[in-house]
């Protein structure tokens, strides 16, 4: 009987890198004698065990007429037996333990056939299928950001913040900007401003919120420092994360950092300008301006009325 379990891992397999992927155990192989190693050829996934060298074909495991004396056999410019497995053929299951359903992991060789991965350990053959591609809902929710590393994935929503799609952040329970990272440091907006300590912890930073400025929206970084955008204030933040304006009286939409300063809009439709030293502004559309986009050459701004470059 089959048994389906469905993880989300990130491994390495010889030459082949597979991140972030769903990977789904789906059997294991079973033969007249104990498996010793399975390999490929090519594109084709060879299996030996004490008593045979299989090939599968059309999901047959079909013994072969070669015969071979020692224990394990690979291919390299043709096929060669060994009393060992040598170090380059090991794989490292270390990152996929979980789904190995045995109590050890020893001995361990891999094999791809298409999203077919096959794993021989411990004198066994499993195998499971990898989706390079797939999809995650969070049911009766609005996401606002998703923020994906090599290992870290937050997706902020207004219902809570899902961490790696397994943990539920307790505080804050929700967030309406994006994750930050400054200086290896974790930052989630949510009104107020909090630091994150993966894999579930958070620490309310209280100075980063205020009356007269607003709720926050928005932290980056320029010049080594550390500006919010609240929803009534651009500001710089301390070292105690206090507030100090460089910009307010308006209801700021947008802020990003690009190397010769700041830029930021209003919902009115003015578009600004930070240089370190003064505030100028660039252009007033007069219409809201809901999102700006530095790109190499040109900035284009979102708008109610459409995209202005």
């Known amino acids: 009987m089959k048994r389906v379990i469905p993880i989300l891992i990130g491994f390495f397999i010889q030459n082949f890198e597979l991140k972030a992927q769903d990977t789904v155990f789906v059997a294991k192989h079973f033969f007249a004698s104990p498996v010793r190693n399975v390999f490929n050829v090519g594109e084709e996934v060879y299996t030996k065990t004490g008593e045979n060298l299989y090939l599968l074909e059309n999901n047959e495991w079909n013994p072969q007429k070669i015969q071979f004396k020692k224990a394990y056999v690979f291919y390299k410019d043709g096929f060669y037996e060994s009393d060992f497995i040598p170090n380059s053929e090991l794989f490292d299951a270390s990152g996929m333990k979980d789904l190995i359903p045995q109590r050890g992991l020893f001995i361990t ?19 499971y299928q990898i989706y390079d591609h797939y999809s995650k809902s969070y049911y009766n929710t609005s996401i606002r950001n998703i923020y994906i590393n090599d290992s870290l994935k937050v997706v902020s929503t207004y219902s809570g913040i899902f961490v790696n799609d397994s943990i539920l952040l307790e505080k804050p329970g ?32 209280n100075n980063a919120t205020n009356v007269f400025a607003g709720n926050i929206r928005k932290t980056v ?75 190499e050459n040109q900035i284009y701004l979102a708008s109610d009325d459409g995209v202005f470059p």
Do not use: C
């Open 174 to 205: 929700y967030s309406n900007g994006p994750l930050t990272v400054i200086n290896d440091h974790y930052y989630l907006n949510s009104d107020e401003l909090f630091q994150f300590i993966p894999p579930d912890s958070t620490v309310l930073l």
């Open 221 to 295: 970084q320029w010049n080594n420092q550390i500006y919010s955008q609240n929803t009534q204030s651009i500001n710089l933040l301390g070292d105690d994360f206090d507030l100090a304006p460089i910009h307010k009286d308006f209801e700021y939409l947008d802020l990003e950092a690009v190397p010769e300063g700041l830029l930021f809009a209003t919902s009115e439709g003015k578009f600004l300008f930070y240089d370190g030293g003064q505030v100028s502004e660039i252009i007033d559309l007069g219409i809201r301006i809901r999102d700006i986009y530095p790109t």
């Open 109 to 127: 060789t891999a094999a791809l056939k298409g999203s077919r991965l096959f794993v021989a350990s411990g004198s066994e053959l499993f195998e």
